[in-house]
């Protein structure tokens, strides 16, 4: 990326960064880390430091925001000069978007793609163009789930099963399948199957889709997905748990840490991660009539494992920002 250069504000006018992350309809943050990652703009600053945007720089991050919102990975098409954006927003073919290319470096692909099911892997593989414009690279084929059960580890970053009929039991094995592997991005796409083990997928954070009758569906599948794996998930599929970092002894000494920072934020972050742990207990055991029930207290069980970690990690700071005064 450029690095901007400082400007005098006197003579120039333009957008800081939250107004400019407004008008496109984006967070602020994925403003910043697109300019950081992908160096997609780059603003000039004024002498305090702030990003002063143009109105050409609006119009860019508008079309790559609206190409991302149409499935695009902002990976693949972050490099693209204004007209080949352009190309892609009106919709042109791939041959026609390459053909635009004054000399700009090819698209990198950010994701692997793992099938299980190499039927559908080979429908996929054949469609390499959007492959590329998703930002995705095909990588893993299983030929069915017991191959994925037996792998024991994350087959890519993005995982698509294929199977004929799904059933409770079948939805299970592949939420124990995946769990612990976090997957950006986990699709099931099946003939046929029962209502109450598509609802415990989605739970599971699982997207489901009949089998693609063209290839038209087939690519809207991975637009959704190339979405998908650059959201930050509050869990993404198969996250799994964490271990506790803290026993309640050691929280109890935490709590001395109020007199270190004048408040008492150290006592209430004890006490939110004691009640998350103790709901995250209750949820395991939580009586359970159903499958689906058993994966919404597992999904349950799961959020309050993270909000913990989450917890346990501002403990930490508070902590380390005053060393000494934290109990031994």
């Excluded at 309050?304 to 934290?326: G, I």
Aim: hydrophobic share 40%; proline share 5%; aromatic share 4%.
């Amino acid at each position: 990326m450029t690095r901007s250069k400082p400007l005098n504000t006197d003579t120039h006018h333009g957008y800081r960064s939250g107004h400019a992350a407004r008008l496109v309809g984006m967070p602020v943050t994925t403003l910043r880390i697109w300019e950081r990652r992908y160096g997609i703009v780059a603003p000039p600053t004024t002498a305090s430091g702030q990003r002063l945007y143009s109105e050409q720089d609006i119009q860019r991050l508008t079309l790559l925001k609206s190409l991302v919102d149409s499935g695009y990975a902002i990976g693949s098409i972050a490099r693209l000069d204004d007209a080949q954006l352009a190309s892609l927003d009106r919709g042109l073919p791939a041959s026609q978007h390459h053909a635009v290319s004054t000399g700009a470096e090819k698209p990198h692909q950010d994701l692997s793609l793992a099938v299980v099911g190499e039927s559908l892997a080979e429908r996929i593989r054949e469609d390499g163009a959007e492959l590329a414009l998703r930002g995705l690279q095909f990588g893993t084929t299983l030929a069915d789930l017991e191959e994925l059960e037996a792998l024991g580890q994350r087959a890519g970053d993005i995982l698509i099963i294929a199977i004929s009929g799904l059933q409770d039991e079948t939805a299970e094995r592949i939420v124990q399948a995946i769990r612990g592997a976090a997957y950006r991005a986990v699709a099931v796409v099946y003939a046929f199957g029962a209502n109450s083990a598509a609802d415990s997928l989605q739970l599971s954070g699982v997207r489901l889709y009949r089998r693609p009758g063209n290839r038209s569906e087939m690519r809207q599948m991975l637009r959704d997905l190339a979405r998908d794996s650059l959201d930050e998930l509050p869990l993404p599929p198969g996250g799994g748990r964490r271990p506790k970092r803290f026993d309640e002894r050691e929280l109890k000494a935490m709590t001395a840490l109020d007199r270190a920072v004048t408040c008492e934020c150290p006592r209430h972050i004890v006490e939110l991660i004691l009640q998350l742990d103790a709901f995250e207990t209750y949820s395991d055991n939580c009586s359970i009539a159903t499958p689906a029930d058993r994966m919404l207290h597992r999904l349950l069980g799961d959020i309050s494992n993270q909000a913990r970690h989450a917890f346990e990690t501002a403990l930490e700071r508070v902590a380390a920002s005053h060393p000494d005064s934290t109990p031994s």
